[in-house]
């Protein structure tokens, strides 16, 4: 069955550090995986996706992820945080067999000014 | 585009009342999808359609829930009889296939 874990429940991180979210997943097959953003009281936003090719994805708002097959991870990262990245962020992957999407528990972001 | 847009936007109601929850997803996505979030179990699927049909209810929590969608540009999932511990964040999103889906803004759902 397709999983997605994301361990962090929180990832603190200072205004202009680098940021890392992770996330692993466990799929048969070639994953689909994408990266979404929650602000308060709003819907989830798509950020960016990796479906093939390219093993590093450039996505929304300067976010990037790479995709690495031999450890089955997908971290989202972004080179310099801002306070406005203040957000839930999601990591899922795509059942390719029917379309159903499974979603991590998500993980919260604090960038502190 | 719109994008997809859901209604009404908060709800409260009394335990026992049928609650009907609207969705209008973006024209030419052929899948739309029911999440329900809540702080305790996360974002949960309950549902999804493709080209109107529903593929996956395992999702729904019990018979009081039902979902449906009678043309490509309208669903309802409905709750009767609701109960307090239905009270949450309702999402609708849609796509166009195996790909990103778009949300909508969701549904707050108090039962009193």
């Known amino acids: 069955a397709q999983s997605v874990a994301q361990p962090e429940d929180q990832v603190n991180v200072a205004e202009g550090n680098p940021l890392t979210v992770k996330c692993t997943y466990s799929?048969?097959?070639?994953?689909?995986l994408f990266w979404y953003v929650q602000y308060p009281n709003r819907g989830l936003q798509f950020l960016l996706k990796y479906i093939t090719g390219d093993n590093l994805v450039k996505g929304s708002y300067g976010f990037e992820a790479e995709f690495n097959k031999s450890q089955t991870s997908f971290h989202l990262k972004k080179p310099s945080a801002l306070v406005s990245d203040s957000a839930l962020y999601f990591c899922?992957?795509?059942?390719?067999?029917?379309?159903?999407?499974?979603f991590g528990a998500g993980t919260r972001l604090f960038v502190k000014a | 585009d719109a994008g997809v847009i859901q209604s009404p936007r908060h709800e409260v109601t009394e335990m026992g009342q049928e609650v009907t929850l609207r969705c209008k997803p973006i024209s030419g996505h052929d899948y739309l999808f029911w999440y329900r979030q809540t702080m305790m179990r996360g974002l949960e699927l309950l549902i999804y359609?493709?080209?109107?049909?529903?593929?996956?209810d395992s999702g729904m929590p019990e018979d009081r829930f039902s979902a449906k969608m009678p043309n490509a540009s309208f669903s309802t999932l409905k709750i009767q009889p609701s109960e307090p511990r239905d009270s949450a964040v309702y999402f609708c999103?849609?796509?166009?296939?195996?790909?990103?889906?778009?949300f909508g803004p969701g549904t707050r759902l108090t039962v009193l």
């Open positions: 899922a992957v795509v059942d390719t067999g029917g379309f159903k999407t499974i």
């Open positions: 799929v048969s097959g070639n994953p689909y």
């Open positions: 359609f493709n080209n109107n049909v529903p593929i996956d």
């Open positions: 999103a849609s796509s166009p296939g195996a790909q990103e889906q778009f």
